[in-house]
């Protein structure tokens, strides 16, 4: 099955940086990779989210580029809030199924 | 609110007990997927519904865990016999015929003692 892999674990930035994290997927079937924000003690929400037929996403503030060939999608956070400090989730799968990484937490330091 | 609820929000039990969780999805939604997340951990998979039927149930499922959407629309996941190891967060998400995203219910936290 489905293999999602993120790094780093933690990542702390400060307010106005950017955020980078990244995963690494080993199904090469996989055509859909959807990024969630889980804030402590709340539900997991999308945030930005990707099909295999296009290279890259953005929506404001939030970005995600996916390389195919080496198995592997970003999410980049820009000029980052103290609102943005959440724990990420990428995921990758198909149309039934998908399988989530173990999750990045975010800290912005104001 | 119209978004995806689950009962109960919060469950403590005693290892050996039986317990259900119910999960009612957005309206019109026809999949209902069931995960379980630990601390430090991202959901992972136990079982989802197309409709009423049942399409895929993890191989880490163990049989204890049972799960059911009789009519299409909410569904329940049973746990026999409860150990400590199935305390964790039990989080149901539902999707739209056509579509990839999955909205998330706001999770049932089992604490089994």
């Known amino acids: 099955g489905e293999n999602v892999e993120q790094h780093p674990s933690t990542l702390s930035v400060q307010e106005g940086d950017s955020a980078v994290i990244k995963c690494t997927y080993s199904d090469s079937a996989s055509n859909y990779f959807p990024w969630y924000k889980q804030e402590l003690g709340k539900r997991p929400q999308l945030i930005i989210d990707i099909r295999s037929n296009v290279g890259e996403k953005k929506d404001q503030r939030i970005a995600v580029t996916l390389n195919k060939t080496a198995k592997h999608f970003s999410l980049h956070i820009t000029e980052t809030q103290p609102e943005d400090s959440a724990v990420y989730f990428c995921?990758?799968?198909?149309?039934?199924?998908?399988?989530f990484g173990k999750g990045n937490q975010v800290v912005v330091i104001p | 609110d119209t978004g995806v609820s689950q009962d109960p929000r919060h469950k403590i039990t005693k290892r050996g007990q039986n317990v259900t969780f119910r999960c009612d999805p957005i309206?019109?939604?026809?999949?209902l997927y069931w995960y379980r997340q630990t601390l430090g951990q991202g959901p992972e998979f136990l079982t989802y519904?197309?409709?009423?039927?049942?399409?895929?149930k993890s191989r880490l499922l163990s049989d204890r865990f049972s799960a059911e959407r009789p009519k299409g629309s909410f569904s329940t996941l049973e746990i026999q016999r409860t150990e400590q190891g199935d305390s964790a967060m039990y989080l149901c998400a539902s999707v739209l015929a056509g579509y990839n995203e999955q909205f998330f219910g706001p999770g049932t936290r089992l604490t089994v003692l």
């Open positions: 995921a990758a799968g198909g149309n039934n199924r998908l399988a």
């Open positions: 519904f197309q409709n009423e039927a049942q399409l895929e």
């Open positions: 309206s019109e939604h026809n999949r």
